[in-house]
């Protein structure tokens, strides 16, 4: 027993002493910097761990568009002005990100590299919920993989998802005609066979190990993305480096979690795509663009990325504008009364609108817009 204790004294002195130099240092860092100008915003202690938009959204009441957490370097974009005005017309000085020791340690930024929107540094309250986005350092394979994702899904080429869209919207109503007690089961269905159709060229139910694999990876990316979840690498970073055996270092295990269900998410649907390309079973767009780049390994793991990307992105966001708007017509049943009569007296009864029709039903489009 003496022997034990001699052994972890050194270890535990240690981490004392290095804790404490580092709370000597990070108080002097955190100290503000009267010279520079910042937005207001509360002190970082007040960063919520869950639903944080709604935080978010009582700081732009009371701080204003731009709330900013000087001690964590995070700034907080209240509309979708500001997002605009910074992270479109701006963009070349607002497209790198701050890479955490979570991120790092999950593998998610070697992973995820389009900034469709942003998630965890920098927030829109305006949507909601937080979309993937932002995981790799502005550079010249981010550039590339942005590239490829903008040729891929650019307005011009949208037209080809149009039949799994359709396919996988008439099943959704079926389902949700016949049982609409489980029309959460039904969402997540949906959203889930719409980018694994799209995209891989598989076809999922909702009991598929596919969509059960991608819920609980989003879930798991949900809690390491979020600011205020670890506090004890964020506030200790040199834990990176101990084991996950090491007391307060549990935040490693879930980094390992999270990087092998990524991991899986990253090969499974592919290699399911390949297999049917070359067998000659059903042709997909993943599986003739990494064809076409055959030979160029660095542009197949772009092309894996994208993949991924749709796969997970697509999963988290379509489920939830569905539900959102489900919920907004069951809270208005007026606004719904008046989209589904101009829908009766521009399509009729005998069909289900399409894309085609759009510009025909003025009032649902704009409903559909502000939903």
């Known amino acids: 027993m003496s022997i034990s204790l001699q052994r972890l004294a050194m270890p535990v002195m240690v981490v004392t002493i290095l804790t404490f130099t580092y709370l000597i240092f990070s108080k002097r860092r955190q100290r503000p910097n009267k010279t520079l100008l910042h937005p207001p915003g509360p002190p970082a202690s007040e960063m919520p761990a869950e639903n944080a938009w709604i935080k978010f959204q009582q700081w732009g009441k009371e701080y204003g568009e731009l709330v900013y957490l000087q001690e ?23 497209s790198d990100r701050q890479i ?73 109503l079926r389902h949700l005609a016949s049982s609409p007690h489980e029309f959460m089961q039904h969402t997540i269905e949906l959203s889930q066979s719409l980018v694994l159709s799209s995209v891989y060229g598989l076809d999922v139910r ?53 990087s092998e269900r990524i991991e899986k998410m990253n090969t499974v649907p592919f290699d399911m795509a390949m297999e049917n390309q070359v067998k000659g079973l059903k042709s997909s767009m993943i599986a003739e663009l990494a064809i076409q780049h055959q030979g160029d390994p660095e542009m197949t793991q772009a092309v894996r990325r994208m993949g991924l990307l749709s796969y997970a992105a697509a ?18 049943p007026d606004i719904q009364r008046k989209g589904q009569e101009e829908i009766d007296r521009v399509i009729g009864q005998d069909r289900l609108p399409t894309f085609e029709d759009r510009w025909s039903l003025p009032y649902v489009v704009e409903r559909r817009a502000v939903w």
């Open 206 to 258: 909702s009991d598929d190990p596919l969509i059960k694999m991608a819920m609980e990876a989003l879930e798991l990316i949900d809690e390491v993305m979020n600011p205020g979840s670890f506090p004890v690498i964020e506030r200790f970073p040199w834990l990176y480096y101990f084991p996950s055996w090491f007391p307060g270092c549990r935040f490693k295990k879930v980094a390992g979690q999270c």
């Open 315 to 332: 999963a988290d966001t379509t489920m939830s504008s569905i539900s959102s708007f489900l919920l907004s017509m069951c809270l208005h």
């Open 72 to 94: 964590k370097n995070i700034l907080i974009l209240n509309t979708s002005r500001v997002v605009n005005d910074l992270l479109e017309k701006r963009a070349s000085n607002y």
């Open 100 to 172: 955490t020791p979570m991120i790092e340690l999950s593998g998610i930024h070697n992973i995820f590299s389009i900034a469709v929107r942003f998630f965890g540094f920098i927030e829109c309250p305006e949507n909601k919920r937080f979309e993937l986005a932002f995981m790799k350092r502005f550079s010249d394979e981010w550039r590339r993989d942005r590239k490829l994702f903008l040729h891929n899904f650019r307005p011009a080429t949208i037209d080809r998802f149009h039949p799994h869209q359709y396919d996988k919207v008439h099943n959704f």
